[in-house]
């Protein structure tokens, strides 16, 4: 029993090697589109050793307690303080810096950025100080 062998050129082209880059195309863009869909706030707490000034603030909320919030040098009561907000808004790309002292519970804090988004802001910075390095 004889085999034949044939030397005849093969005119199809290989594919496996061109589904295996598209594979990993479709793997890299998957991977890519779900780190770009993350968002979240750029809030820092009171004491953090990575603390950056902000030189772009537009609007300056200061929180001492219920009765005494300055904002852009003005007193005003907590009730006050949204439609102070609306009156200031102007664009979403307005920032909005909020300074209140480490004591104040952090419920209040929550509570002031859940107004100050309700105004239209979506930008919102917390104060904070640097803690030197020992």
Known sequence: MKLQISKKRMST???ISMTDVIFLLIIFLLIAS?????????IRLPGSNSAVRQTHQIVHIVYQDNDNIVILGKKISMSELEQELKREYSSPEQVVRLSADKDIPLQTIITIMDIIRGSGFEKIFVATDAISKR
């Open 34 to 42: 779900n780190f770009a869909s993350q968002t979240g706030l750029p």
């Open 13 to 15: 082209t290989i594919l």
